[in-house]
């Protein structure tokens, strides 16, 4: 199972804006990162919509500031810090947790900044 984020109104000059893909185990800390990283974007309803595939879909405004918030926080090394410190937790975690299916990286986060950025809103289906 996975996430298929399909974009909106794609910037078609931009290889990759029409389209991001996770399966469900990077999907989930991804997501998780975002809502972290833009409570003050996101709705509720925009948070909960985000963990499931049924189609919710994002507004260019908000899928813009998500990038840009996204992006900033990589500059920074903030995303960085963020996927040691997560890697880290992971760690802690017994052999046999379910938690430890659940990667992330740095490039997954950029890579899903950059499709959002370009996507004119986005839908995860």
Known sequence: MGMDVYAINPNPQVQGSDYFRNNVWYWRPLWAFIQLSCSDIL??????GGQYNDGYCITEDKAV????????MKE????DAYVEEYKAEIEKTSKDS???NYPIDSENIEA??????????FCIS
């Open 98 to 100: 379910w938690d430890r």
């Open 76 to 79: 920074d090394g903030k995303v």
């Open 65 to 72: 500031a998500i990038a840009t918030r996204i992006l900033q």
């Open 43 to 48: 709705s509720k309803e925009d948070i909960n």
């Open 112 to 121: 899903f900044a950059n499709f959002s950025m370009h996507s004119g809103g």
